[in-house]
């Protein structure tokens, strides 16, 4: 029967030790610190008993590598967009260069042409202005 020797470190040993008496037959030491394992049931081991014993000699190599935690992504965005602040250029030759054109206001009667001169009313009509003059301002006439 091929016999694996497998050597658990010092703080597992008892636990291999706890495993190899439940194994039938029960698997027997073949030193003080080693153990002689069939074949058929080294792969029966607990894997945290395997994990830093030398088998067969060598250093006892984990055939399941623990999965990176590394590669985990990080949720949201990776790359937040840069807060980009692209003042304007403050001109001072160009800023407040517009002109404040006065917009003519057709809508205030200022373009009336008959004003009436004791007063600062104005009327469209000359008819209208003379009407205005005689009702409010008898004295002038
Ligand atoms: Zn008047």
Redesign the pocket.
């Known amino acids: 029967m091929l016999m694996i020797i497998v050597q658990p470190p010092r703080a597992l040993r008892v636990e291999m030790a706890r495993w190899a008496v439940q194994q039938t037959p029960k698997v027997r030491t073949c030193s003080t610190t080693e153990f002689a394992v069939p074949a058929h049931l080294f792969t029966h081991i607990p894997e945290e008993v395997l994990a830093g014993s030398v088998v067969d000699g060598q250093r006892y190599i984990s055939p399941d590598p623990q999965p990176e935690p590394a590669a985990v992504v990080a949720p949201g965005p990776a790359d937040p967009p840069q807060e980009t602040l692209h003042t304007a250029p403050d001109n001072p030759h160009t800023a407040h260069t517009t002109p404040l054109t006065t917009t003519p206001d057709t809508t205030t009667p200022d373009s009336a042409p008959y004003p ?1 001169g ?2 600062p ?1 104005e009327f469209t009509t000359q008819r209208g202005r003379d009407m ?2 005689r009702q ?2 008898p004295e002038v006439d």
């Open positions: 009436c004791a007063c009313r205005h003059r409010a301002h």
